[in-house]
T-cell receptor, first 114, second 113 residues
C-alpha cells in the first residue's frame, strides 16, 4: 500500500500548456505539501495545507494553483508552463503541523517543459 | 532569509568507515532539526530528528546538535555501500504562527566497497 501517491510520474509537455499533478495520501494525516526540487537537488516548499486550509504559500508564480478537495488529496495545477518550471515536484504529508512535523514524500513527478 | 548550509560533496568514504555529514543554519531561533536521505531518482525519507543539544543515536546513525554553534551533524558508523545517497539537512523554525521546514542543498555520500 502506497502511503503518499502522486500521478503522473513523468510529465513532458510544451511551453504554454496547462497541466495538473494529483496527490493522495492514505496515512490519515492532516497536513499536505507541495515541494519543488530543481536540477541542483534544492528542495523548496511551495504550498502547505492543514485540514484543507492553505497555511503556507511561498513566493510562487500565481500560475501555480493548489487545490485540496479533502484532507487526503492535494492537487497542483500549473497554467502557461514555462521552461523554468522543469523540475521534480514532490507531494508530502505529515501527521502534525508545527516544529516537529515529519514529512512523508510521494515518489515525485518529473516535469519537463520543452 | 533562513538558510541551511551543507557541503555538497561528494563525500567519499570506504566501507566500514565513519561518515560525518555537517550542516549549519542561520536562524538562532530554530528548534527542530531533521536528516533526510534521498537515493538517486527517489524521494527523500526521514532518518533522524533531533530537538535538544547533544547526541541522539539510532542504530548506526547518530545525530549531534549544538545550538550555540548553530550546527547539526549526522554520523554514520560502519558505512555500507547501501548508505550511498544524498543526505538533506532540514531545519524548522517558526515565523509567528507559521512553521516552515527549510532544507539544505544536500551532501552526496559515496561509500566505496
Amino acid at each position: 500500500d502506497t502511503a503518499v501517491s502522486q500521478t503522473p510520474k513523468y510529465l513532458v509537455t510544451q511551453m504554454g500548456n496547462d497541466k495538473s499533478i494529483k496527490c493522495e495520501q492514505n496515512l490519515g494525516h492532516d497536513t499536505m505539501y507541495w515541494y519543488k526540487q530543481d536540477s541542483k537537488k534544492f528542495l523548496k516548499i511551495m504550498f502547505s495545507y492543514n485540514n484543507k486550509e492553505l497555511i503556507i504559500n511561498e513566493t510562487v508564480p500565481n500560475r501555480f494553483s493548489p487545490k485540496s478537495p479533502d484532507k487526503a488529496h492535494l492537487n497542483l495545477h500549473i497554467n502557461s508552463l514555462e521552461l523554468g518550471d522543469s523540475a521534480v515536484y514532490f507531494c508530502a504529508s505529515s501527521d502534525s503541523w508545527g516544529l516537529y512535523e515529519k514529512l512523508f514524500f510521494g515518489s515525485g513527478t518529473q516535469l519537463s517543459v520543452l | 532569509q533562513k538558510e541551511v548550509e551543507q557541503n555538497s560533496g561528494p563525500l567519499s568514504v570506504p566501507e566500514g568507515a565513519i561518515a560525518s555529514l555537517n550542516c549549519t543554519y542561520s536562524d538562532r531561533g530554530s528548534q527542530s532539526f531533521f536528516w533526510y536521505r534521498q537515493y538517486s531518482g527517489k524521494s527523500p525519507e526521514l532518518i533522524m530528528s533531533i530537538y535538544s543539544n547533544g547526541d541522539k543515536e539510532d542504530g548506526r546513525f547518530t545525530a549531534q546538535l549544538n545550538k550555540a554553534s548553530q550546527y547539526v551533524s549526522l554520523l554514520i558508523r560502519d558505512s555500507q555501500p547501501s548508505d550511498s545517497a544524498t543526505y538533506l539537512c532540514a531545519v524548522n523554525y517558526s515565523g509567528g504562527s507559521n512553521y516552515k521546514l527549510t532544507f539544505g542543498k544536500g551532501t552526496l555520500l559515496t561509500v566505496n566497497p
